[in-house]
């Protein structure tokens, strides 16, 4: 008789395969697997810092050899020294090139601005653009991106 038992307790229906029971284990065991594996990424992910930066290129259009006033500021919880660059490029595609950047400012006590004009010399299309850049300490140092505003466009006549 205790052959029998152990025969008995090998068959399909007493291990649970035929009534969905091992599946069912399966699938709690992943959607658990599933949860920790997110909690443990949401408990490493960094928090975003916060940030805005604000540019305008005054006016939309002007003559050829007319100034155009570039003005902008900008502030991060990223960065603790910063400075705010005007950057031009011609056309609506290439390389950007810096005009100017305003001074370093630490960047708890106040934004960092830039207000430049710039003589538009040829007719044709010119775009501008604000970038926030951290730097290593209140003398300037490695500069590193942090925030670049959206293109304002001037068509030179």
């Not at 068959?11 to 069912?24: D, E, L, N, Q, V």
């Not at 930066?53 to 259009?61: E, L, Q």
């Not at 005009?99 to 708890?108: H, I, N, R, S, Y």
């Amino acid at each position: 008789m205790t052959t029998r038992k152990a025969m008995t307790a090998r068959t399909p229906a007493a291990t649970g395969a035929a009534s969905g029971t091992g599946r069912r284990r399966g699938a709690r065991a992943a959607a658990v697997g599933a949860i920790g594996l997110a909690a443990a990424v949401l408990a490493v992910t960094p928090a975003f810092a916060k940030g805005s930066a604000t540019f305008s290129a005054s006016p939309g259009t002007v003559q050829h050899g007319a100034l155009v006033h570039l003005k902008g500021q900008g502030d991060s919880d990223a960065i603790q020294y910063g400075m705010f660059c005007a950057q031009q490029r011609t056309g609506t595609s290439g390389a950007w090139h810096t005009v100017k950047c305003g001074k370093v400012v630490e960047v708890a006590a106040q934004e960092a601005a830039v207000d430049v004009k710039v003589k538009a010399a040829k007719p044709g299309t010119l775009q501008f653009r604000g970038v926030l850049y951290g730097v290593d300490g209140p003398h300037g140092g490695h500069p590193v991106a942090d925030i670049h505003t959206a293109a304002r466009t001037v068509h030179v006549r």
